[in-house]
């Protein structure tokens, strides 16, 4: 056999120097002390380095020093200490040195690093330590890391194959050992001198080996602070390991898996109860809901009241909500999961597990039984990344697994490796579970994530996504976020300077920038509202006002909204300029996150949220940006095509749309041109929530759910129709004649998709698809025009842009603060008018304040607010709402008034009366 560089590389390595303190036994089972002690036999020398090949390995005499002081003979055996101090001191002699602390240490530095003290402690660590074959492998990476004394991973590989091979077969004489350098020798032992005096964590190196992670955990660093309840979701769990040095890049990765993982939403339900009781009148509604009192018009009265939208409807119960469905995951733990693609697994199961409304259960193959698995705590989090099983699949555990789904509706999903799911043998054993229908999520060492629908019909990739390997190493911030945003300029007022706003307050909605989403499981339904003045408003109790979420959404139109469990992510942007923003909401958490999309597409015809991407639609490309941080993944050539809606293309051979798999954009044929249905042409086509998929409509207002057969329209038309509008959600399509005029009420027809029903509607597409908002806010107005200020009788006086002058006043007896208005002619004291207008960087609204000659200020917030700046350090700081009947506010000390409307939390209501004694009064009295 010819020897390469690399094979004889790996003999040099394996045998000893000639003055070496070790020597291999001569049949070449183990290596040895000079006078026979064992020090490491073969196959634990194959064991302990293997593990260590792919970084390359340590000298093999630091190696076997190392092993040698792990066995129990070192603190029993004195022989084994004396050889070692002899062969210490021969290195001495043939430095020149006098002593080997000197000869190792030449600059006075062996009492800091001794060599003894540190083989000692090494001896006295816990047995498990020692004896382990793979807590030694890991404590050796430890002790030498990567650097220029390890050896190169080719030859690494062929030491450990040589081993495995038998070398050597005999002993070596001795003009066969090289001799290695003095100067080598005293390197070697001068770095593993530094590396011993390094405290070794054995709880970390514990974990180090069972969950087989790179670095080691350790403890996290956190404030001294009262004891902390344990996590009680998995959302509390998420925000713990972000705190966690060592877990935080596993978070990191289960926050980005959050947007991939999805399921397809089951299908749509009805708006109204098609019979059943009465909860509403309204003024829009179909003709069979008229009040009787309506019809009891004449024909001409009738008519004119329902084209005037003045004709009342009966608006039936609103149905109850769809029970959330539990989700039920099992998690291959078997041999092929090694490594990464355990971590990658456990990190999908922790997403599914936070993005299920319903609740989730995860169980492990354990043999042919199963084992329940805890994501609510990060103890559960841990024992299951320690646990490895020996099956090479687990199909042995899907009959139990099946036992245990029996009894309800569930969604359940499967986690399993890329090449599990390639296996003959277990996809013979899953087919003979008869599970129900399901979710197949697979993942590689390569990070490759793969979320397939399997049916009775067959198979349906779902989603595609390629994890990124680098956030797992990602380290978090080293400063704790101050209560105090600091970036906020420090002369505003201190509710302008909290990082979270702590006032609700009430706002103009404006329809196209208002949206009803899902609050959460049993929690109903909430609304976000985005006025244009850069805020993010959450109506999410009723009776109560928005919460603001933000106060710097771009400017520019809201392009494109999109929800799904608890998540909301929005496209602001202009879209003939461009500067799109993805603005991610998690509702559940109150956290939004604001970043930039990578396109330079100018101008943009849509944009489209997909399959956890962003699709930015231009005349001659598509951009196709990451759904979490906005990155341009890839960009999809579309010349020759032509553009019809959202993500759809049309051309001579037939329907497309643009597509991503998470590798690779790609134009997906949906109809090929001789599937077309005959005698019509495609109007418009959309991607619909209810469907889970496309919607192609008709010129003759037929449509069709590719790959499906069109359903054909119950109308009787004379003319071709055209889209004039979808709702949000697709589940709805209003159709208008295309005649080349505008519509009249009397000519547009909707289409109910998820009942399939056509019906004649009576009111603008405008005011058909807009959502039904009004039922969950509470709708206010706050005073926003103020010229000026000024004092009577001890009490603050508001001269408005009209002209009109309103006083604030006690209400005793009901329990507020109002405006009461007064006379034009009322003379004021210390007026003062407002001026110094300041705004805010990164956002829309206003402040300008009047300052009174004792250093007293007020300010006047362009969104109905006031603040007011005491020159008496003992006032604090307030804030008052101008909302006439019922002045709310908040102060500095986080108290608020004016009732459960304005406040965040009950606990920090106070009576009005105590703001007006404790806050007002004092602040009037201190102006000069």
Known sequence: MMMTADLVAAHRYLTPSSRSFWEWAHDGSAIEWGDGTTIAFRQELIGILSPLANEGLPPFDMIALVLSVCRDSWQSDPNQRRILDEFLAMLAVLSGRESFPKALWPNSLQGEFDLHRGLENIARLSPWIRTSIGARSELLAMLIPRGPLRTSPDVAKCVVEELRNGYPEEPFTEPQRPSKPTDRWLHELRQLSIALQQRIDEDALRLRVDVGLDELPGPADLDETDEKLPPTSTGDLLKDLEQDPDLYGFARLTRQLMAVVHLPRPMGIRDELPLGGVSDITNRGPLDQLLLSELANDDDVLMTRVALKEALYLRRETPPSRPPRERVMFIDAGLRMWGLPRIFSTSIALALSEMSPGGAQAYRAAGARIEEVDLSTKEGLTKHLESLRPEIHPGAALPEFRRTIEESEQEIVLIVGEDTLADGEFREQLLHAELPDLFLASVNREGRFRLTSKTRRGERLVREAQLDLEVLFEKPPGKKEPLRDPDRQTRLPAILRQRTFPLRLPHTLVPERTYCVPAGAGQGTCVLSVPHDGRLMLWDVQSRYARQLSDRIPPGEIL????????????????????????????????????????????????????????????????????????????????????????????????????????????????????????????????????????????????????????????????????????????????????????????????????????????????????????????????????????????????????????????????????????????????????????????????????????????LDSRGLLHFQSSDVGVAEFTLALKDTNMGGWRADGVTWGGAHYALRDNTIISPLRIWTESLVPFVGALR
Not at 676 to 686: A, L
């Open 560 to 859: 494109r909204v999109d929800e799904d469990a608890g998540i909301v992510r929005m496209i602001v942007g202009q879209s003939q300029q461009g500067n799109l923003s993805l603005v991610w909401i998690d509702l559940k958490n109150s956290d939004v996150q604001i970043v930039p999309l990578e396109t330079e597409i100018r101008p943009i015809r849509a944009v489209c949220l997909h399959a956890g991407a962003i699709f930015v639609m231009g005349q001659q490309q598509v951009d196709i940006c990451h759904g979490t941080d906005g990155h341009l993944r890839h960009s999809l050539k579309v010349s020759g095509r032509t553009w019809l809606s959202e993500r759809f293309f049309g051309g001579p051979d037939g329907l497309f749309a643009a597509s991503y798999d998470g590798l690779s954009p790609r134009l997906e044929c949906l109809i090929k041109k001789g599937d077309f249905p005959k005698d019509r042409w495609v109007r418009h086509v959309f991607d619909s929530r209810v469907y889970s998929g496309p919607v192609v409509i008709y010129s003759d207002g037929s449509y069709q759910f590719p790959p499906l057969e069109p359903i054909n329209a119950k109308l009787s038309l004379t003319t071709p129709i055209r889209v004039a509008g979808v709702s949000r959600a697709g589940h709805r399509v209003v159709l208008a004649p295309d005649d080349g005029r505008t519509p009249g009420v009397a000519h547009l027809y909707a289409i109910k998709l998820d009942s399939h029903e056509y019906e004649r509607i009576y009111h603008s597409p405008e005011q058909q698809l807009r959502e039904p908002y009004e039922r969950y806010v509470t709708p206010a107005s706050l005073r926003v025009k103020i010229r000026g200020i000024g004092i009577l009788t001890r009490t603050l006086v508001f001269y408005t842009g009209s002209s009109r002058k309103f006083s604030v006043e006690l209400d005793g007896n009901h329990g507020r603060i109002y405006l009461q208005e007064l006379p034009r002619e009322t003379e004021l004291k210390l007026y003062q008018e407002f001026d110094g207008a300041l705004s805010e960087s990164n956002s829309s609204f206003s402040n300008q304040f009047v300052e009174w000659s004792d250093g007293s200020r007020i300010w």
